[in-house]
Nanobody
Framework: VQLQASGGGLVQAGGSLRLSCAASGHTFSSLDMGWFRQAPGKEREFVAS????????SYREDVKGRFTISRDNAKNVVYLQMNSLKPEDTAVYYCARSRAGWASSNRAHYAPWGQGTQVTVSS
């Protein structure tokens, strides 16, 4: 599967962005998907995940209530709606498919990684 993330940009604190991850080359509707992020000098970290049919979602604690992961299997796209953004959300955001058989939060379960999209939140 090939993945392409888009939708990043520069936004002020408190603002919103919607990231998209377009998939091709596989039956998207069978894939559990995740969003991760990596800030400069830091490890890549889990943000959110969603099961193949959207019935299960999971979030890191500090984005709960602000971020929403969703998917449109007819369009082969997974989204990350980010509201009430904070400067600490600044990072390159990546999407990937889980190979664990479920929408895991473990980075080691995900491959391949799509090209990331930069999100910068100014204070």
């Amino acid at each position: 599967v090939q993945l392409q993330a888009s939708g990043g940009g520069l936004v002020q604190a408190g603002g919103s962005l919607r990231l998209s991850c377009a998939a091709s080359g596989h039956t998207f509707s069978s894939l559990d998907m995740g969003w991760f992020r990596q800030a400069p000098g830091k490890e890549r970290e889990f943000v959110a995940s969603i099961s193949y049919n959207g019935g299960f979602t999971s979030y890191r604690e500090d984005v709960k209530g602000r971020f929403t992961i969703s998917r449109d299997n007819a369009k082969n796209v997974v989204y990350l709606q980010m509201n009430s953004l904070k400067p600490e959300d600044t990072a390159v955001y990546y999407c990937a498919r889980s190979r664990a058989g479920w929408a895991s939060s473990n980075r080691a379960h995900y491959a391949p990684w799509g090209q990331g999209t930069q999100v910068t939140v100014s204070s």
